[in-house]
């Protein structure tokens, strides 16, 4: 099994709606969630990062982490045809590494 | 401040060769990590270095080495290429600067083995 799961996609939604993204783990030590986004022939670049359980807001961006269920989430409010990327959630542990899911593609048609 | 620079972006190699690509951190990161992305695993960790010393190391056999210079520019090697090498190298680096420890990405060496 391994550390993260993620729906590798693709989604493809119209412009405006909510996206939900998510991904499962396995390891019960990691402390820190993220979330990043990558365009097309770029590296990744972090979007929003929790530490622990809760949720958190960035602008249309919300990322929730429930622990219990070893389950975490982003949502995208509005979305914008500028969206279309792929999405990997990771994790980090207390030995400063990091596990990250295979990503899903998005496309935010206008 | 200038990003990650990776070296080559693009690299074209054949079977049983070898390579060595090239990682630029941003100024004053001292941690440099080493990934490697392809479509059906992700990104998979391969090694950190931290002051020119390898802290943590992923599941990758022992033809994927590294190190870190003292102006924390880090290579990564892989000797005699397979098939299944070809992929995505991304190299990141951070600061340790705050209590999270946000990487940054380079935009990757993109390797192809023939």
């Known amino acids: 099994q391994k550390e993260v799961e993620q729906d590798p996609g693709p989604l493809s939604v119209p412009e405006g709606a909510i996206v939900s993204l998510n991904c499962t783990y396995s390891?019960?030590?990691?402390?820190?969630f993220m979330w990043y986004r990558q365009y097309s022939r770029k590296g990744p670049e972090l979007l929003m990062y929790?530490?622990?359980?809760g949720n958190k807001e960035d602008g249309r961006f919300t990322a929730q982490v429930d622990k219990s269920s070893k389950y975490i989430s982003l949502f995208i409010r509005d979305s914008q045809p500028s969206d279309s990327a792929t999405y990997l959630c990771a994790m980090e542990n207390t030995g400063n590494q990091f596990y990250f899911g295979t990503g899903t593609s998005l496309t935010v048609i206008p | 401040k200038a990003g990650v620079t990776q070296t080559p972006r693009y690299l074209i190699k054949t079977r049983g060769q070898q390579v060595t690509l090239s990682c630029s951190p941003i100024?004053?990161?001292?941690?440099v990590s080493w990934y490697q992305q392809t479509p059906g695993q992700g990104l998979q960790f391969l090694f950190e270095y931290f002051s020119e010393t390898q802290r943590n190391k992923g599941n990758f056999p022992g033809r994927f080495s590294g190190r870190q210079f003292s102006n924390s520019r880090s290579e990564m090697n892989v000797s005699t290429l397979e098939l299944g090498d070809s992929a995505l190298y991304l190299c990141?680096?951070?600061?340790?600067?705050?209590?999270?420890?946000?990487?940054?990405f380079g935009p990757g060496t993109r390797l192809t083995v023939l």
């Open positions: 100024s004053g990161h001292r941690s």
């Open positions: 929790t530490y622990s359980s």
């Open positions: 990141a680096s951070s600061s340790f600067s705050s209590s999270y420890n946000e990487q940054f």
């Open positions: 390891n019960s030590a990691f402390q820190y």
